[in-house]
């Protein structure tokens, strides 16, 4: 059983970009949510895909959005990059909204 | 809103030590709570998890008891290890709200030999 990817690893951006950040979710999941860790600090929840459907957001903005695809896989994408958008970019799938959620290792995003 | 305390690390031990990481919650109504472990340069993975009050989450030789009455969900493990180095993240969920997960701050745990 293939655990949760995420794509890519590191990533170094300048301000005002914009970045796209990939998710697989765990096999037979269909639910996937992303969370921000900024340095020394715990993970934020940023939204919830269940079934290519946004289903809960987080205190971020318009330029934070998402999409889930057929095979439940998933992409943050983020416009306008600011600084303060430098974190790990967390991913976590679940069997339906309710089921626990199994976490990918990260995208480490530098914003320059 | 719902939010976590955890105490401040990093909190350093010698093997073999008693551990304890003080967690306590805030939230309306009753949320399911867990324990998070992250070592260094990987992703978070559930270490135990509690229910409902007075639920009893356990694995790996940590623990944890929901208590209602104190809004607190402490993490313990009676004899630590080098290998037990890592961060230790608290956190909360309701099943109606999409199971999203509320952290605490996390904890560092050091444990030399």
């Known amino acids: 059983e293939t655990g949760v990817t995420q794509s890519p690893t590191h990533l170094i951006k300048t301000r005002g970009q914009q970045v796209t950040l990939r998710c697989s979710s765990q096999?037979?999941?269909?639910?996937v949510s992303w969370y921000q860790q900024a340095l020394g600090q715990g993970p934020q929840f940023i939204f919830q895909?269940?079934?290519?459907?946004?289903?809960g957001r987080g205190n971020f903005p318009p330029r934070f959005s998402g999409l889930q695809f057929p095979n439940y896989s998933s992409e943050l994408n983020v416009n306008a990059l600011e600084l303060d958008d430098s974190a790990l970019y967390l991913c976590?799938?679940?069997?339906?909204?309710?089921?626990?959620?199994?976490f990918g290792p990260g995208t480490r995003l530098t914003v320059t | 809103g719902n939010s976590v305390t955890q105490m401040e690390g990093p909190v350093t031990l010698s093997e073999e030590a008693f551990l304890t990481i003080n967690c306590t919650y805030t939230?309306?109504?009753?949320?399911?709570l867990f324990w998070y472990v992250q070592y260094p340069g990987e992703g978070l993975q559930l270490l135990l998890k509690?229910?409902?009050?007075?639920d009893k989450g356990s694995n790996k030789g940590f623990e944890a008891t929901y208590r209602k009455e104190t809004t607190s969900f402490h993490l313990e493990k009676g004899s630590v290890q080098v290998s037990d180095s890592a961060v230790y993240f608290c956190?909360?969920?309701?099943?109606?709200?999409?199971?999203?997960?509320?952290f605490g701050t996390g904890t560092q745990l050091k444990v030399e030999l």
């Open positions: 976590a799938s679940s069997l339906a909204t309710t089921g626990e959620q199994y």
């Open positions: 096999s037979g999941h269909n639910t």
């Open positions: 895909y269940y079934r290519e459907e946004e289903n």
């Open positions: 939230a309306t109504g009753y949320p399911s």
């Open positions: 509690a229910t409902k009050a007075d």
């Open positions: 956190a909360l969920s309701f099943t109606g709200g999409g199971n999203k997960l509320t």
